[in-house]
């Protein structure tokens, strides 16, 4: 059987995947994006949609910053369903030792050219009136907030208009040397390929240190005005940065539709979808003790997602040492929607050979340690 | 079983018989029950807790079903929010 | 948080329509803790409804006195929404949780009325058939009223006749089956004394009404609310003053629950066994969700569920016979009233499809699954998690309903926060993540 043949194909359709496809179509390369399932149908399907800026270290604040100036750029652009809204981000400080790290953020944002607004008690209460009385907090304005499944089906009928190929509902049974081979028989030969599978890399490239790492999130019924800023708590900076433990975090986000949207939890090792009720439990109750009224609304559902988590918490991107065909576009954890456009031009202009915006360097797969040779 | 009871409809008094669904005084108000997202009247459809277009906001609280519920003396039932 | 109410039944009865009473009187006469959990304000499920005052017909009066004097805990105005571990429900109330738990569980979830898109469906008084009844058992006035009927089942006669006792005038009838059709289901019912008597009954009720078989609704006209009906009838359109149009295209059955709790569904109807038991053990099903099938059916299968779960096998084998003839019957309502598929045309590109997020038919012909659609146009995303607009478009577009997830209905999220009171969580000092 002849494999058709193409420049670059795309294994897996997520908002990473879509975004990689869309920047090499744009180059002139001919793209192929294959996938399962649907167009946005697994992480980026259970994500917030939060598009944010970070500092967790110096690699996640360019490739977040960076990412967001791309959505912002692309804001006009962007159809109404994808329910774009700069509504900005407010980092809760509980107490004055969570002020003092506002202050450290701010300086630290302040120093990037990210802008920033230091809010008293006062004003924070004057924001945000729902919320229980807190010591202060950083708003964020260029924060934003998007509705995942269609920004990823807005890039991907991007990428199509520019002759990208889409080949979902069959799955992937190996990827490398230049082929793809799909398990119903079917297989595709490619200058490149893209692991951008998210969760389930490693299913496709063995040795790639990929965990899931499980959410949780409710929505709400409509409550126009109720919050006003994605909400987020500094209180983890207490505790450490645990990658071995399960969490809840309070993080919550009004939609456009005036739903809230109630987050966050984090579970290693859980590999089941359903709702796990202790760990839910907990998220509800952290998300109470922020805003009491909270616990009145209508719930109206309930979902799980897997992240993909990676033991530094940076993205995989670029070329697998072990196969000079095959590329990497995947462990994103909680920031693929954020950072998909990023990680993509990074990519694009890492194979097309053009100067990237930023470095990629700190993002190569080369740096993991665990990478077994073959071939 | 005779025992009427009195509501108020957006402000405006109705009087329902004992055992009435809010869905009932709404609809011997003349009122519609909510405004959809898109800005359109909605009244009841399915009698039942299924539809959920019967929603009202009774004594301050929104999204209540008013099928589901039954009235009671001095209830407050808005259809405007 | 709100006041936490525990219980424990040896059989937990969720449904307190004609099956959910049955299975509840032949468990509790048996002596076992019975509980029956209905999210209506009163017993009597949708064609019982309407508490003492409505318990008129001699069947609904008689189980619902046996019920009552058989010391099982009636149990309504819940909402169950959550199975958190294998043997325990939770349901809230206006302002309570209850912690259900059971040895045996008997889900008589009944059905709902299956409805159609078409152009000016939304408009206020246009309602369920059933929706119309229930309304005016909780109290709107109809005297006066002219109210069409159209959509098809059984219901439209027997709604058509109570709506004429209680005074409203009904220009005209509107079933969407074939005469051939409703001749074969006539024909069914021989085997059936109780049904054409109650047929027979009906007709006197119905004597005069304008009755169209091969006929739909085509369109809604009105502002604020209905002024006319647009309908197709003998090969035309014709225009028809009304101040309701009911309109219902018979019933579906309610599986969310079922679903939830892992039973297996056949055709869309949960599978059971000869002695009402489901797939998933300990639990039982009877009524409307094993195959619509109306009264007598449900009361069969309702009394033989009941008996099961009480430790009664050899009684309830004695009732095998009457509920495999009401089998029959429910067979034939499905032949008789199957959609016909015009009616797939009914919805322009501009109707709403989904009455929650207000979602037109022309965004979801593009998709081609639910699930897709629900993604990409929040369609099915709204309170009412689909149960209006997924069954519609499960003929429309011949899509399969999705997984069911918790809450099963809308709950207060404290209820959410609920879910494992069990375990008496302490959540001061947990370390947190961020997104």
Redesign the interface.
Known sequence: MTAASYDVVVVGAGIVGVACADQFARRGMRVAIVDRD?V??GAT?AG?G?I?V?DDSEPQFSLTRYSQTLWQGLRLELPD?VEYEQCGTIWIAADDEEMAEVWRKREYYNKRGVPTEVLDAQTLQRLEPNLRPMAGGLLVPEDAVLYP??AA?FLSERAQAHGAKFLLGDSVAQIGQGRVHLSHGLQLAAEVIVNAAGAYAPDLTPGLEIRKRKGHL?I????PGFIRHQL??L??L?????VT?D?????VQPRR?GQVL?????QQGAEHR??D??I???M??????YIPD??????????TGFRAATPDKLPLIGPWPADKSLFLAAGHE??GITTSLGTARLLADHITGAKPEIPIEPYLPSRAAKVEVHA | MLSEIIVTVNGVPVTVPSGATVTTAVLLAGKACRTS?SGEPRGPLCGMGICFECRVAING???CQSCQTLCEQGMEVRTDE | ?SREVRQRFDVLVVGGGPAGVAAAVRAAEAGVRVGVVDDNVNLGGQIWRGGPEHEKETSAAGWISRLRASGATILCGLRIFHQ??AGVLLAEGHDDLHVLSYTKLVLATGARERFLPFPGWTLPNVTGVGGLQAMVKSGLPIRGKRVVIAGTGPLLLAVAAYLREHGAEIPIICEQASWSSLARFGVALFGQPGKIAQGLQLKRQLAGIKFSANSWPLAVHGKAAVEAVVIFRRGQTEAIACDYLACGFHLVPNIELPLLLGCQIQRGYVRVDDYQRTTVQEILCAGEPTGIGGVELSLAEGQIAGLVASGQMTEAKKLFGARNRARYFARSLDRAFRLRSELRRLPSPDTIVCRCEDIRYSRLSRHT?W??AK???RCG???C?GRVCGTSTEFLFKWNPDSV???IL????????????E?D?E?SG??????
């Open positions: 649907m946005g149908a399907a917030m939060h944010v970070m369903d499944p269609c089906r409710v709400t019924d409509r409550y987020v708590e209180g983890y207490k505790s450490a940065h645990s433990s969490s809840v975090a309070f993080n539709t109630i987050g966050s939890s984090r359903e709702v009720n202790e839910l439990v907990r509800l109750k952290r998300a109470q003790e909270l616990m009145q609304m209508s719930a109206l559902r309930t979902w909680g920031l | 997202v609280k929104p999204h | 948080m958190p571990e699954s699930r897709s993604l990409h146009t995303m709204g309170p998690q997830r918790p809450p809308p709950v207060r999220v404290e209820s959410l926060a609920a879910m494992s009171s375990l969580l959540c947990v370390s947190g993540g961020h997104k």
